[in-house]
């Protein structure tokens, strides 16, 4: 997209003979702004004012601020990032690699979660290997009646789980949305 400026005020007068002054066609013509990378025209002051030249940081369509809200929108086409927790008898789910966590039971296992804040979600997908494992819920889940899920044992089965983060406990609400698979 380009961008042009014209002066409000049009001169009728004949450009001069001197060519190393300015002419009255140059202060009709359109002006071109030109841009560093990663900058943009606007004011970060306040009130009114020249206008400054504004560094732009972050990728994708918007910029917001980390307290920005975006209230009500229609996502289309979305896509969650999906992150394969490392394997062992151990294992630790941190949201911050994704929203879609994926686990493939290679001995029984203890599950911890990071600390999450409010509104915050994700989804567990547990898969058994050849043999039967087991699982150990962190205690800052709380499931439905309090009683964990019994995970499914069969070879290369999965169990899909979904999480979401209780402020006023400071406890992970845990759901089981399908077995089995």
């Not at 980390?66 to 896509?79: F, K, M, R």
């Not at 029984?108 to 999450?116: H, K, P, Q, W």
């Amino acid at each position: 997209m380009a961008v042009s400026l014209k002066h409000a005020f049009s001169s009728g007068k004949a450009d001069g003979v001197d060519a190393t002054l300015v002419q009255p066609s140059n202060w009709n013509a359109e002006h071109t702004l030109q841009l560093a990378t990663n900058r943009l025209l606007g004011r970060t002051s306040a009130g009114t004012g020249p206008v400054e030249e504004i560094t732009v940081t972050g990728t994708g369509s918007a910029v917001l601020s980390t307290t920005a809200s975006i209230i009500n929108p229609t996502v289309t086409n979305y896509t969650e990032t999906s992150y394969t927790i490392t394997t062992g008898a151990t294992a630790t789910i941190d949201i911050t690699n994704g929203t879609v966590q994926r686990f493939t039971l290679s001995q029984n296992v203890i599950f911890s979660i990071l600390t999450g804040a409010a509104g915050k979600s994700f989804i567990l997908i547990l898969t058994q290997d050849s043999s039967p494992r087991t699982v150990t819920w962190p205690v800052n889940v709380t499931w439905p009646s309090g009683t964990p899920p019994t995970i499914s044992t069969g070879s290369g089965k999965r169990d899909i789980y979904s999480f979401f983060f209780d402020a006023t406990t400071s406890a992970w609400l845990g759901a089981t949305i399908g077995q089995n698979y």
